[in-house]
Nanobody, 125 residues
Framework: QVQLVESGGGLVQAGGSLRLSCVAS????????MAWYRQAPGKPREFVAE???????KYAESAKGRFTISRDNAMNTVYLQMNSLKPEDTAVYYC???????????????????WGQGTQVTVSS
């Protein structure tokens, strides 16, 4: 199928920056939208940003002006550049692929809603 692996999380002071990466692996034929979500302790998972295959981006209000999502289609990778980080950005950040075509032997399958294992982002005040 499709496996997603995030990296780039860590501990940063308020006002600092981090760049998250997520690589999709497997015998991938195509990927539709790629997105980032986050989940803070005791809170539901929430949408952060999404980018389409042709680089159209959408952002949550909390991310607008501070975060930039981008993707490298050739590398099946999505990035999240986070600037001006705030303590309230502290969360586990998850990568998501909403739909992908992948190969198993000689057959093509369509799968939906793939998730990575998450990467922790902690912003200290």
């Amino acid at each position: 199928q499709v496996q997603l692996v995030e990296s780039g999380g860590g501990l940063v002071q308020a006002g600092g920056s981090l760049r998250l990466s997520c690589v999709a692996s497997g015998r991938i034929a195509s990927i539709d939208n790629m997105a980032w979500y986050r989940q803070a302790p005791g809170k539901p998972r929430e949408f952060v940003a999404e980018v389409s295959p042709d680089a159209n981006a959408k952002y949550a209000e909390s991310a607008k002006g501070r975060f930039t999502i981008s993707r490298d289609n050739a590398m099946n990778t999505v990035y999240l550049q986070m600037n001006s980080l705030k303590p309230e950005d502290t969360a586990v950040y998850y990568c998501n692929v909403d739909r992908a075509l992948y190969l198993v032997a000689t057959s093509t399958f369509s799968g939906e809603d793939f998730w990575g294992q998450g990467t922790q982002v902690t912003v200290s005040s």
